[in-house]
């Protein structure tokens, strides 16, 4: 029931994202499912070496492939089988993951651990992962906390293998599976010949091309049913949204959001309602969305200043809307 609900929101932020490119019509459209959540792709103009379908099925069957490759909750994919096995010997992984898991490392280590892909046995324990998830024990929560694990796992370039100093952690890569996917669907878009299109995962929104001949014009919510905070107007990029409506767990009357902080084991208290990042990559807007949460908006907008690599929409507990100084006068509040 709970992952239903999940689901419900996640969709309501999904479609927030999406109204306005309603003008222009799209040549194709498709929904499917994938990594917990819809994906849908609206192909505007291709330059004809593929049909719109034949790119979709490749689409689809890529997102088949990499999320086989990322679930924590299917036992032979290549994150649980480290998770089962990286703290007793270096395990070989998939080169394409490996790399992965080294740059998200990176990403952790330069958030300070405001992102930080060792939380799983946390998100576990809190019940994310369970059908029927049953409150967990606060103070065995807190004695997860501050372990920075992030700093525990060795990678090996020559032989591409992984290994975790201790067995107290697991990796979950939920912060950063959709942007991921959504940098990989650029390159196989780019390759496939498309011209102009949109895809729309899960609330998390990859723009090709140009729309209209111009630029595209994405809806920001705050992650609450209706609760559109404005309209960014850009050339093609990749959005990211973390915030803390879309995903909770109810325990004794009290709601408890999925986005932890590894300080405290607990979900975060930051002052952000929700942060949507804007780059030319998926796997930094997703993990930067994610760590600007957990950050808060001050220690955000002068991570921002000190890496501007990435724009931001981050909306406070109050209401209130801050915009990086780059896109400012691309943002039209409603
Ligand atoms: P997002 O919605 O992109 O912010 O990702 C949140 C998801 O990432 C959660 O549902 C967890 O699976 C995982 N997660 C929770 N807290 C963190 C964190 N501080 N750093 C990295 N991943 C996290
Ligand atoms: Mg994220």
Same mark, same amino acid.
């Given at each position: 029931m709970k992952r239903i609900l999940s689901l419900i929101m996640v969709l309501c932020v999904a479609v927030a994202m999406l109204c306005s490119c309603e003008n222009q019509i799209p040549e194709y459209t498709r929904t499917s499912f994938a990594f917990d959540t819809y994906v849908t792709f609206r192909i505007f103009k291709t330059d004809g070496t593929n049909t719109p379908e034949a790119i979709c099925d490749s689409a689809i069957a890529l997102l088949n492939d990499l999320e086989g490759k990322l679930s924590i909750e299917k036992e032979e994919s290549e994150i649980s089988k480290l998770n089962n096995l990286a703290a007793t010997a270096p395990v070989k992984t998939d080169e394409q993951i490996y790399w992965l898991l080294k740059n998200c490392v990176d990403i952790s280590n330069f958030t300070e651990g405001a992102f930080d892909i060792t939380l799983g046995e946390i998100s576990h324990l809190w019940g994310f992962y369970s059908d029927e998830p049953e409150k967990p024990d606060f103070d065995k929560l807190s004695s997860f906390a501050g372990k920075e694990n992030y700093k525990k796992i060795v990678f090996d370039d020559e032989n591409k293998t992984i290994f975790f100093k201790d067995d107290s952690?697991?990796?979950?890569? &939920?912060? $950063? #599976? @959709?942007?991921?996917?959504?940098?990989? !669907?650029?390159?196989?878009?780019?390759? %496939?010949?498309?011209?102009?299109?949109?895809?729309?995962?899960?609330?998390?929104?990859?723009?090709?091309?140009?729309?209209n001949e111009g630029s595209w014009?994405?809806?920001?919510?705050?992650?609450?049913?209706? &609760?559109? $905070? #404005? @309209?960014?107007?850009?050339?093609?990029? !990749?959005?990211?949204?973390?915030?803390? %409506?879309?995903?909770?767990?109810?325990?004794?009357?009290?709601?408890?959001?999925?986005i932890i902080d590894g300080k405290t084991a607990f979900p975060s208290e930051s002052d952000v309602q929700s942060v949507t990042v804007i780059c030319d990559s998926g796997l930094i807007s997703d993990a930067l969305s994610t760590a600007f949460f957990v950050m808060g908006k001050e220690k955000a907008q002068e991570f921002y200043k000190e890496y501007p690599i990435t724009e931001?929409?981050?909306?406070?507990?109050?209401?209130n809307t801050y915009v990086s100084d780059s896109i400012v006068n691309s943002f039209e509040a409603e």
């Open positions: 952690f697991t990796i979950d890569l &939920g912060a $950063v #599976g @959709k942007g991921y996917a959504l940098d990989m !669907l650029k390159t196989l878009f780019a390759e %496939s010949g498309v011209v102009s299109g949109l895809v729309d995962f899960g609330g998390s929104i990859l723009t090709v091309g140009k729309y014009t994405v809806s920001v919510s705050d992650g609450t049913k209706d &609760g559109i $905070v #404005g @309209k960014i107007t850009l050339p093609a990029a !990749l959005y990211s949204t973390s915030n803390a %409506s879309n995903r909770f767990i109810e325990y004794d009357g009290v709601k408890y959001h999925h931001f929409i981050l909306i406070d507990k109050s209401g």
